[in-house]
């Protein structure tokens, strides 16, 4: 019988410098506040990338970390408020877990080169709403690109370098084409212009043809 693969992890790195969120959170409940935070990340990977939080695990984490009911809960307010864990999945699914959680273990997961790993479904906060907002992201980025005047004059050099090197794009060229056969149509339709003469300008010239004549006969 195959085992099941295995979700723990016997570590998980911690970042020498805190962002702003955790920050604010020592400033807020101080260094017992970031030991809380501290020891549900490590609830959290001694399961996986998540792990249920209901009244009997409060209880227990109380109990071992030597901090009152109302502590606990004004910390794991802070933290859902803040996205430090995921208040829908708590709300819906009574289980403690985030986006970044669930990144981290995946690259541990990966570095540590594991045959088979995944994250549930309805707990996977990795390509479900985020994914739609890095798509937004990246098409508002390649659209202030194309606005960006820099980026206007880098494809300004690159077509003017490519016409010195006598590669001129496709789409110059076809336009140039079309040029060139609309001025020789021009030019062709001046010179039939020319050549057809109208019966008012024949019967002029006869005139001035007979005017010519009986001048030089006086």
Known sequence: ???????????????TSWNLKMRLLVARFGLDGLGAVIQLEQMIFREGYSCRWSHDAECLFIMENSTTKERIEEVLEYCLANGIFDRNILMNKGVLTSRDIQLQ??????????????????????????????????????????????????????????????????????????????????????????????????????????SKKKAGKI
């Open 105 to 210: 273990w995946l690259k541990i997961c990966e570095i540590s080169r594991r045959k088979s790993y995944s994250i549930a479904p309805e707990l996977d906060l990795t390509t479900k709403q985020y994914e739609f907002e890095d798509l937004k992201n990246d098409r508002s980025q390649e659209e202030n690109q194309d606005r960006n005047p820099k980026a206007q004059k880098n494809s300004e050099r690159m077509r003017n370098d490519s016409e010195k090197s006598g590669e001129i794009p496709h789409s110059l060229s076809k336009e140039n084409e079309i040029k060139e056969k609309e001025s020789i149509a021009e030019c062709d339709e001046f010179n039939n212009t020319e050549q057809t003469e109208s019966p008012l300008m024949r019967r002029l010239l006869q005139e001035v043809e007979i």
């Open 1 to 15: 019988m195959p085992r099941c693969p295995r979700a723990a992890l016997d570590y998980f790195p911690i970042d």
